[in-house]
């Protein structure tokens, strides 16, 4: 062989390494996410019906059964890779039969698409009490164009071996899910409607997926409580101001949903499976996992507050100041190049909440909303106070407030779905370096 021909052949095997191991190291964001609380039943869910026959005990939790929870990816990939969490569990937890595919209708899996999940090459996986783990990534051969699948949803089966203890879940998720009797067993690989027959409102030990995702392409986490999680929208409409946000963004990013609902800034002081509280832990001690753990974080809208000043939070409003600097400064320790956005908190003025709706409250609220407009800390400002407020009545606009998930007149602190549209659709584009629709 000639020199030329040896020196062509080294480049080849240069460039063919070099391509596998590009194949073999995925630029990983973030599609879905859900931030944990709990233990079970510790929450504010919404919508969820009696599962005193599926979870008779909450100290005991799942019993050798299946579940079949539904979430949708915000960006797609050929490969995709799921975060189990037991950051608020009490002892080990096992699961196994753990299968991906795409959702069919209600807890069917459409056939040829459900694909095993393995961890560390293996079936099982036990996750200790406060922690959580990753999957290996799975291929998803289904994912031909991305563009066929916006507003597609997935299937993520897993089996608890045993009891799990109290369980992490994440309380108002406004998606239906599905559940197996206890002692049902593995059920995972079966894509039949008949082999879950439970429905629930919530998300149990699931909190993140990724996908594999071009370069450039970002995560755009909106951190918030009940009006990020999105209370008073419709059951299963993924009309929350975050989903408004995403089908604007047309895929380029993904927006993944890190609110839960009662959440406070800082707020309680202590949180612990022993000492829960129903908004979930403070945004300053969940900051960690819920936002800066994400894959391709590439900005933050905070939004939040509103609990912080309630009757049950009592903060003042300089106080809670101070903790959406640290949190600021946190983020962009953790992420140099991050676009943090501030996000003005909407009037409550008026709520028929005993905790909500008084003017000491609106006064503090005006205050962190000025703090957020004029400080400079924030990078850009979602004004959604602006986009829903009636400046007659300092209060939420009339046709903002009936409630869309459960019906009724609605508590004028939460926005149903036309509310929320005005959020969603209020937020500039341009903060993101991109064209808005």
Not at 39 to 44: A, E, F, K, T
Not at 268 to 295: C, E, I, T
Request: charged share 20%; with cysteine.
């Amino acid at each position: 062989m000639s020199s030329f021909a040896k020196r062509v052949v080294l480049l080849f095997m240069v460039c063919a390494s070099a391509a596998a191991s590009a194949a073999g190291q995925a630029n990983w964001v973030t599609s879905w996410a859900a931030s944990v609380q709990g233990p079970y039943p510790v929450g504010n869910p919404s919508a969820q019906p009696d599962l005193s026959l599926l979870f008779p005990s909450a100290a005991t939790g799942a019993r050798d059964q299946s579940f079949r929870l539904i979430v949708k990816p915000e960006l797609w990939g050929t490969q995709s890779r799921f975060r189990f969490s037991n950051a608020l569990g009490t002892q080990p937890v096992t699961f196994d039969g753990v299968f991906v595919g795409m959702q069919w209708s209600g807890s069917a899996v459409m056939p040829g698409t459900n694909r095993a999940v393995m961890f560390d090459g293996k079936q099982t996986v036990t996750v200790a009490p406060g922690e959580s783990v990753w999957s290996d990534a799975v291929a998803l051969p289904f994912v031909k164009k991305w563009q066929a699948l916006r507003g597609r949803k997935l299937a993520v089966s897993f089996h608890v071996v045993g009891n799990s203890g109290p369980m992490t879940w994440h309380a108002k998720a406004l998606q239906s899910s599905y559940v197996t009797h206890p002692g049902a067993g593995a059920k995972g690989g079966d894509i039949s409607e008949s082999a879950f027959p439970f429905a629930v409102a919530s998300w149990y030990f699931l909190d993140a997926l990724d996908m594999s995702a071009p370069m450039g392409a970002g995560a755009i986490v909106a951190f918030g409580d009940s009006i990020t999680d999105g209370t008073a929208s419709t059951m299963n409409g993924d009309d929350r101001w975050p989903d408004v946000l995403a089908r604007r963004l047309d895929g380029r990013w993904s927006v993944v949903n890190a609110g839960i609902g009662g959440n406070q800034v800082i707020g309680p002081k202590n949180y612990s499976p022993q000492k829960p509280f129903p908004g979930g832990p403070s945004a300053l001690q969940r900051l960690d996992r819920d936002v800066l753990s994400l894959s391709g974080v590439k900005a933050v809208i905070w939004l939040e507050g509103t609990n912080d000043f309630s009757k049950n939070g009592n903060a003042e409003a300089d106080a809670v100041i101070a903790g959406m600097r640290e949190g600021v400064q946190r983020i962009r320790a953790k992420i140099p190049s991050v676009k943090v956005i501030g996000a003005t908190l909407t009037s409550a003025l008026g709520s028929s909440s005993a905790a909500h709706g008084f003017e000491l409250q609106d006064e503090k609220r005006k205050k962190l909303n000025e703090f957020i407009r004029q400080s400079g800390v924030f990078d850009g400002v979602a004004d959604f106070d602006r986009a829903t407020i009636d400046t007659q009545t300092g209060g939420m606009k009339a046709e903002f407030v009936p409630d869309n998930t459960v019906g009724g007149p609605g508590d004028k602190l939460h926005p149903n779905r036309l509310g929320y549209q005005a959020m969603g659709m209020s937020i500039d584009l341009h903060l993101f370096g991109m064209r808005g629709k």
